[in-house]
Structure formats: structure tokens, C-alpha cells
């Protein structure tokens, strides 16, 4: 039986998803419903593919409540540079939770991972930094970096927000697009010390295999949010800063434990925390959070394929309500 | 950068692709690439559920030599027929194995799963049955049923053909599609040892639980092959008749150990085989296949992504000669 298959192109999703206050909201409705236990999320398909230098990964979780479920599929073939294509491509694939069918096809090219890696920074802002954060701090100079301080700024209005990266010209570039965007004081910082410092909230964007962000730097009033580690191997924040915290919090710990800064401080045998909340309990109310402003608090975000079946769900509501797309009958 | 991506209705698929000698050669050299060592095909990821009856998997490969890359996703919701609709859909999207560019989205609702999985039937009967095949029996009276037979045809000429069902009036409806698709004598056979007795080759093709064949009925100059069985407790051989062949083939080990004939034999305890070949090992003449028109094999088939990656790949070149389906550019 013939049924409508909505197509959306990257161009489309640009047009009609916007990284606002509803695309936090629908990310945190997804970490709300991890914590509860209904959801349903496999493991990480991976293959790795040397003889071209590639990878695939393929996650997927199916969400109660959410009328859909996506499955995301992002290659990533590092020798694209060369010939001028972008490493990173990709789509996600929208079913019906109901009946199975092939609801969407969102020809994203890694779009909507972006903006979903963003929103769950503005959860995490939202739920576990202090209440008032008057300046903010980003390490890289990336699109993350950009769209982690636009998210973060709808959950905490900071009114100054300095910008660190090894490549001093980049972090500039990026403070100034930042001030544009944002209307508000952005300064490029060279000494990332001096950013931790001067911050009450530090979000990591890096693809650091060392620490860029040491645990002596940590003070009170802190909250950091790691996002750059999402492979075995990559580390951004010094592993003893998530015991001298007073909360470390995974999006995912099973995921955690693997990919992100919880390896790390597994790995360096400096980790006795046991089992860490995750933020969705956090968001939920079953976990406790900060219990005071003076608190040091971290959350490391790996990306979840909740946060994947959320923004796609939302994606196809706004397309439609946009007319954006093509339907094709299948 | 935008690209093209094609896209592909099942209708503009059932037009442009048929199980022919070329689609049956493309899965046979899926099966060759298997044996050499070079495919990368992860384990399926599988996600149960069971809130709503469904299931979705997710299988992948990548084959030196051929230009993309196919990741398919199966769906099955078993509540559906009850609302009109049929249980099992999915798609296949093919990506460039150069750059992880999409190629093409193949909405074919499983339609080239059936196609490869018979062209699948009819690469282990050319390279396993006895030369020559006079009559030929089929057990079940589905799709796969009428697919299998279409394509062992091609590979092995029969000029009989006998059907078993549990229903009578569909092996009846199964035989008159077959007599009339093939142009030869076929008959509904209501016992099922009269049929395997009369055949030089035999496919399964049932999602029995408990054993629709056997091993008392195996005779000098038999070929079974069983594509029925792929999740585990399904089980359409009797596991000694594993044994009292003189070969046992599967598509892939470790896929067959778990999901098909072998795992009943295995859990059984009858199976003392050690490690059997594949059937890419008898196709590239790794390993020894049928040695004498007397002997009794039996190909046990769960179905690979590898051979999904072969049929996309196909499927897609003749769609561009057909002129088939509709370009986006994403």
C-alpha cells in the first residue's frame, strides 16, 4: 500500500529547524525518557573501513511517547578533503513508531547532529549550571563551539563569553562571529587558564587526545560540559577533575564508560565514583543535581541515539508546518 | 557541496530490476568477495520493541570492488496486518564507498531482500547441486517459495517441480503461479518425504520451529538448501541430516551458528563438524564443494549484507539504465 515519504534535503532543514528554545526542550523530553527506562537503544553499529580511510556508524533508539524513531547513519571518510568534499555526511531516517513505515528521509549531511549536540549542551547547561552565569567560556573554535554558546546562552543569558583555541586566529573568527550572533561582550582568551577562571560555565568543543582543561583550574561555582570526545581515545578534560568535582554526570554512562572522559579517568584508575547519574535523571529529578551555586559540576556528552530520534521527530513537525520538502509515494 | 542523490520507489524497482542471470552473478560474487577476506560486515544491530510488536535490524557490508556500499533497514511491526498494512518494510540506502556520499535511497519495502535472497538460493545450487536436476521440490508456498524456484530455474533447468505446503490449496495456488511463470510440469505434493525422494534439489523456504525435513528422507544425490530459518529457535532441518550429509555450507559461520540450521544442530549436540565452509568458499574454489553427483549437501542460508550491498549496487545501475526514479539534490 503505497504511503508518503516526506524528503527533506539540508537545504530544506536549514530553512525549517532552528537550534531554539522547542529543539532544547524536545532533547531534554528525550533525556527525561532515558532516565525513566522505557527507552530502547542498542549499541553502536560501527564499521570501519581502512582501505579508504572511512567509518560508519548507525544509531538508533526508540523513544515512548515519541511518534517516531530514527535511525542515523554518518560516514565519515577522511581522505574527502582531498578531493574537496567534507568528511562527515550522513542522514537520518525517520519511521513510524507505530507501524515501521518510512515516515521521513532527512538528508541532513550532519546538520541535525549538530544542532541535537547542542541542544543536550543547553540541557546540561540548563539543569546543572549555577543559577546565574554572567561569563561563559568555550575551548574551540568549530561550529560546535559556536552552536554550543548559541543554545547555551537561551538557558543562561551570560553577558560576556570568552573563546580559547590553539589557533589564534580561528579563536578570533569565532569570538567575532559569536558577538554578532549573540549581541553580547566576546573576547578571544589565549590562556586557557585564565578562561576557566573567569567562567562560571566552560563548555569543551576539541577533538583533544590530551587534556585541554586541567583539574587545578577547577573553582568553585564551575559547571563544565565536555562534548568533544565521542572515540575511544580522545580526552579533554584532566582525569582527576571528575573526582575533585562535586558531581560528574554522563549523558550515557554504558557510552561514557567507552568514548568519553569517564574512559579516561577509568582508564588513569583515578575514577572510584562507581556508577555516575546521568543526566537524564538529572533532568527527571531522580538523580541530584547541583545542590548549591558554589558546586563544581561536570557533564560529558558523548551523543545518544535518543537525542537523534528526538531532533528528527522535530525536524519533520517544523518541515511540515514549513511545506518544506518533497513527498515522494512509496 | 550538493550532490545527487537517486531515489527509488519499490515500483520503480520492480520495474527496472528482475532475478536474472546478472542478479544472481552480482550475489555470487558478493559471496566470492566474502571468501577472500576483504569484506568488513558488522554483526546486525537489532533492536526489539516489544511495546508495540516490532523489531527493526539494521545489516551492513562493505565489498572490495564494488563502488558503494549498501546499509539496510528492516522493520517489521507484527501488529500491522491487524490496521491493513504488512508487517515487514524497510529500505536500503547505497553510499558511495569512495567518499560516504548517499547515492541512492532504495524505498523498495524489502522487494530486492527477496530478490537477493533467491538469487542467493540459486548461487548454492549452481555451485553445489548435482549437474544435473530433473526434479526439483520446494517446501512452503510464499514468496520465496515461488522466487527460489524462479531462480534455481535458471542455474539448473528442471523439467519437474514439486511443492509441499502445510496448507494445501496454497501449495495448490504455489504450483499453478510456477507452472505457469516456468512453463513446466508442477504438481502440489501432499507428502513431504515423497517430494524430497522424487528431487535432486530441494529448498526449504518456511518459518518452521520445529523440523519440516527429515534426515531419514536423505538420499543419494541430494541438494537441500534451507533459507527459512533466520532468527534464532526457527529450525526447518532435522539437525542429524547435518551430519549424514557429506557437506554442510554456510553462507556465514558465525551468522549460521547463531540463526540457522547449524544452531539447532549445535544446541542439539549432533553437530561435531567442527568449522564448515562457506559458500564463498565454494564459489572461489577455496574450499571443496560437491565431489561426486551422488553425494548429499546441504546450504544453509541466513542471509548476508553483503549481499544487500551487492543487490543496491545492481539495482541502482540498471534503475540509470532504465532511466528509473527521481534525483534530489542534497
Not at 235 to 242: G, R, S
Amino acid at each position: 500500500m503505497p504511503h508518503d515519504i516526506l524528503v527533506l534535503t539540508e537545504a530544506d532543514l536549514r530553512k525549517a529547524v532552528r537550534l531554539d528554545l522547542k529543539a532544547i526542550d524536545v532533547v531534554e523530553e528525550a533525556f527525561r525518557a532515558l532516565a525513566s527506562g522505557g527507552v530502547i537503544m542498542p549499541p553502536i553499529l560501527s564499521m570501519d573501513i581502512p582501505q579508504v580511510h572511512g567509518e560508519v556508524d548507525v544509531k538508533t533508539a526508540y523513544i515512548p511517547g515519541f511518534e517516531g524513531f530514527a535511525i542515523k547513519v554518518s560516514p565519515g571518510f577522511f581522505d574527502n578533503p582531498k578531493i574537496g568534499l567534507p568528511s562527515l555526511n550522513g542522514l537520518m531516517i525517520l519511521f513510524s513508531a507505530k507501524t515501521g513505515l518510512v515516515e521521513a528521509l532527512l538528508l541532513d549531511n550532519g546538520f541535525l547532529t549538530d544542532v541535537r549536540t547542542a541542544a543536550a549542551g543547553a540541557v546540561a547547561a540548563r539543569h546543572m549550571a549555577p543559577s546565574t552565569v554572567e561569563t561563559a567560556g568555550v575551548m574551540g573554535t568549530g561550529v560546535q563551539a559556536r552552536l554550543q554558546m548559541i543554545a547555551a546562552h537561551q538557558v543562561r543569558p551570560f553577558s560576556r563569553l570568552l573563546v580559547w583555541g590553539r589557533d589564534a586566529a580561528k579563536a578570533t573568527a569565532c569570538a567575532n562571529d559569536l558577538a554578532e550572533t549573540l549581541g553580547i561582550e566576546v573576547q578571544a582568551e589565549p590562556d586557557p587558564a585564565r578562561l576557566v577562571a573567569q567562567s562560571q560555565l566552560v563548555v569543551t568543543t576539541t577533538p583533544a587526545r590530551e587534556p585541554v582543561l586541567k583539574a587545578d583550574w577547577l573553582h568553585p561555582g564551575l559547571h563544565i560540559t565536555a562534548m568533544g570526545s565521542d572515540q575511544e581515545g580522545k580526552n579533554e578534560i584532566e582525569p582527576t577533575a571528575l573526582t575533585r568535582a562535586d558531581l560528574y554526570v554522563a549523558d550515557r554512562v554504558s557510552q561514557c564508560e567507552k568514548l568519553g572522559e569517564l574512559a579516561a579517568a577509568i582508564h588513569d584508575g583515578v575514577w572510584h565514583g562507581g556508577t555516575p547519574p546521568e543526566l537524564g535523571d538529572i533532568v527527571s529529578g531522580a538523580g541530584t543535581g547541583r545542590t548549591g551555586d558554589d558546586q563544581i559540576t561536570i557533564c560529558d556528552l558523548t551523543g545518544t541515539g535518543a537525542q537523534d530520534t528526538a531532533i528528527a521527530t522535530f525536524a519533520r513537525a517544523r518541515a511540515l508546518t514549513a511545506k518544506a520538502g518533497t513527498t515522494i509515494q512509496s
